[in-house]
């Protein structure tokens, strides 16, 4: 079955730029997208279409892809930050979504 | 607003059954799918399989295939999730979610299940 790959945690400073990233074989031909998900909290949408921000979402959230990895950057990361984030896609066939792993961000 | 509400906590013993809503307002909730994710405790999410409430098309993660029901009640715009037979694996808390293009966009508040004897 298919598999996003995200590291189980990244750690920053506030203020630096968090990084996490996202592999999976269908990422050159399919969009990623990234969650936020604070403590006791529905996920919400940070990053649709590879690189789109929905309205609401601080510009230090951005989003790249190239080849079969999805990179989610938080410029001057704050410690509001602080949550899981997970990427998502759907497979080749189109037909079935998928969910990374998910990344702890600590800014600390 | 697009809202989705869920139905509230539950407990159940292992062995019985369960069914949980989701219910969408301020949009036409035929024209939309509905996404079933599980997040079990301290762990990450899972797409469990969605359902189109306009002719109740459902698809499954083959991980959930024959473990649970879609379902989908488009006169009160409600979409639901059950079990015949609860295990303690089950402890989880799910959400429900509102898809555009297969990606979840607006998301319920979740729904805690936990199985215990």
């Known amino acids: 079955s298919y598999e996003l790959t995200q590291p189980p945690s990244v750690s920053v400073s506030p203020g630096q730029t968090a990084r996490i990233t996202c592999s999976g074989d269908a990422l050159p031909k399919k969009y990623a997208y990234w969650y936020q998900q604070k403590s006791g909290q529905a996920p919400v949408l940070v990053i649709y279409e590879d690189s789109k921000r929905p309205s609401g979402i601080p510009e230090r959230f951005s989003g790249s892809s190239s080849g079969t990895m999805a990179t989610l950057t938080i410029s001057g990361a704050q410690v509001e930050d602080e949550a899981d984030y997970y990427c998502y896609s759907t497979d080749s066939s189109g037909n079935r979504g998928v969910f990374g792993g998910g990344t702890k961000l600590t800014v600390l | 607003e697009v809202q989705l509400v869920q139905s509230g906590a539950e407990v159940k013993k292992p062995g019985e059954s369960l069914k949980i809503s989701c219910k969408g307002s301020?949009?036409?909730?035929?024209?939309?799918?509905i996404g079933w994710v599980r997040q079990m405790p301290g762990k990450g999410l899972e797409w469990m399989g969605i359902i189109y409430p306009g002719d109740s098309d459902t698809r499954y993660s083959p991980s959930f295939q024959g473990q649970v029901t879609i379902s989908a009640d488009k006169s009160i715009s409600t979409a639901y999730l059950q079990w015949s037979s609860l295990k303690a694996s089950d402890t989880a808390m799910y959400y429900c979610?509102?898809?555009?293009?297969?990606?979840?966009?607006?998301w319920g508040q979740g729904t805690l299940v936990t199985v215990s004897s």
């Open positions: 979610a509102r898809l555009e293009q297969l990606v979840p966009e607006y």
């Open positions: 301020g949009y036409s909730f035929t024209s939309y799918w």
